[in-house]
């Protein structure tokens, strides 16, 4: 099985694809949480047509503002996107989703 690696903050995955669709991710909670989600994540979408910026954060406070109601949530260009630890497989589906309404 491959490893799947962390963004490193600032990082853009698949960055020198200009042609795919630059999204914009913030991912909120638990940092050890957020890590678990976010190398899942990683797993699940480096062979996706898209780019994904994505920043992580741990206060708890501005989860919630945000909207957050599991830990971890992500929101892609600010929008509530997937809530809680979630499988790789179902990562992979809602952003596959995501692909197809930006490009239809």
């Known amino acids: 099985m491959q490893k799947c690696e962390d ?3 600032g990082e ?11 999204f914009k991710a913030d991912l909120y909670g638990d940092p050890l949480l957020c890590v678990k989600f976010s190398r899942r ?3 699940a979408i480096r062979h996706l047509p898209l780019r994904l910026s994505l920043k992580t954060t741990n206060d708890t406070d501005k989860a ?5 109601r599991k830990d971890p949530t992500l929101f892609v260009n600010n929008n509530l996107f997937i809530e809680g630890l979630v499988t790789a497989e179902r990562i992979t589906v809602e952003f596959t989703k995501l692909l197809k309404q930006t490009n239809s």
């Open 12 to 22: 853009v995955l698949n960055a020198m694809r200009e042609e795919w669709p630059l």
């Open 7 to 9: 963004l490193v903050p």
């Open 41 to 43: 994540l990683m797993c």
């Open 64 to 68: 919630i503002e945000a909207g957050a």
